[in-house]
């Protein structure tokens, strides 16, 4: 038998390449040589703390769970303290706390100190100040549970009532029009407009500083926000952009939130239109020269995605700009949150995908927009952006 790697004549060089590595990766004798071997051993031990950090990456994600809701992280914002004070906090056992702080040491949470006390590591301080991630850390106990099974998750093909689904049931029932008649501004519905806008408004911080840093708001007459939920990026828009008319677009139930929030708000209020529909069945106010989707599209498959980019076109003056602000698929940095992450939270949500900007791009066209680009965020995993021109 020939030794020889056995590579499809016609296969490009990367596939070549790629299935050459592969088989180099895959085999015993390689493995042995090149740990041992002093100039290949430090990427060997790289590649096998990535390797363990994929196969136990979700117990890491427990002891941040753990710590977030067992308000360590807010105990140990608060300056150093020792394990008995810290097993009080969390409803611990002394053993049980120090188990959990040693393990939020190791991933960066935690970080201790001499005599036996305890503070915040640089990812939990990081944490800490960014309350819309600790929002979706606990949120997250939905996720964990859809995904349990993952595989039944992927089988049941989007048909099946998961976690996820059930909780923004509200959301999409409403956006799609599957809601009752007379419902939607049925008050039976504001407590679950109310779940998901905190949800939304507390994650909502992180979002609108990348836009607002890599946008010139300003420079337009006009801004509608679709999809606004209680108006935290309104708000951030017209504190950054004080000449700048506002006005938000989403269901009647959330606008009364929105209401809520933004009613008392002098710098706000008196530039502020409220408007109430659907985004996918209502048309749009016009008379804004910029029309913003903040983590909107992505929460939608294809057909309704480009039902509302057509309504927005139809909405936007000649000249008029969109702004599409959102989590992208294939961002620098962000592979693994665009295509891991967000590809099956959405599945396991029942609607929408993460798409790359090339994506976007093609269905701005098909909905009638004359030209595109993106726009540099500085955190692209966290937002990436792109502006379309009618």
Request: hydrophobic share 45%; charged share 20%.
């Amino acid at each position: 038998m020939s030794n020889r790697l056995d590579l499809p004549q016609r296969a490009g060089l990367k596939e070549r390449w790629v299935l050459w590595r592969n088989r180099l990766l895959t085999n015993p004798r390689f493995q042995s040589w090149s740990a041992a071997f002093p100039l290949t051993r430090p990427i060997v031990r790289s590649r096998a703390r990535r390797a363990f950090d994929l196969v136990a990456g979700f117990a890491y994600a427990q002891v941040l769970a753990a710590c977030v809701e067992g308000g360590l992280l807010d105990l140990l914002a608060e300056g150093p303290c020792d394990t008995v004070r810290a097993a009080n906090r969390a409803g611990l056992g002394v053993d049980a706390a120090e188990r959990l702080l040693r393990a939020a040491a190791s991933l960066g949470i935690a970080e201790s100190l001499p005599g036996g006390r305890w503070t915040l590591g640089m990812d939990g301080a990081a944490l800490q100040c960014n309350p819309g991630a600790r929002a979706m850390i606990r949120h997250h106990a939905l996720l964990y549970a859809d995904l349990a099974d993952p595989l039944a998750l992927l089988r049941a093909d989007r048909k099946e009532p998961t976690a996820l689904s059930d909780f923004w049931t509200y959301a999409r029932a409403s956006a799609t029009g599957n809601v009752p008649p007379g419902r939607q501004g049925d008050a039976d519905n504001a407590p679950a407009a109310a779940t998901y806008s905190a949800l939304m408004a507390a994650s909502q911080a992180m979002v609108s500083e990348q836009l607002i840093a890599a946008y010139k708001f300003g420079k337009h007459k006009a801004m509608m926000d679709v999809g606004g939920g209680t108006g935290a990026f309104v708000r951030a828009v017209g504190t950054a952009a004080p000449d700048l008319r506002l006005g938000l677009f989403d269901l009647p139930d959330v606008v009364t939130g929105a209401e809520t929030s933004l009613g008392r708000d002098a710098l706000i209020a008196p530039r502020l239109a409220l408007h109430k529909g659907s985004f996918l069945h209502d048309p749009l106010p016009t008379g804004f020269d910029l029309i913003t989707l903040v983590r909107i599209l992505h929460d939608h498959d294809d057909e309704p995605a480009l039902r509302l980019l057509r309504a927005v076109r139809a909405a936007l003056p000649p000249g008029g700009t969109l702004l599409i602000g959102e989590p992208m698929a294939g961002a620098a940095g962000g592979g693994a949150m665009g295509d891991a992450y967000f590809g099956l939270y959405l599945w396991a949500m029942g609607s929408g995908r993460p798409r790359r900007p090339a994506e976007l791009g093609a269905m701005l066209h098909s909905a009638g927009f004359s030209s595109w680009r993106e726009v540099s965020t500085h955190l692209p995993l966290v937002c990436g952006a792109i502006v379309a021109r009618v």
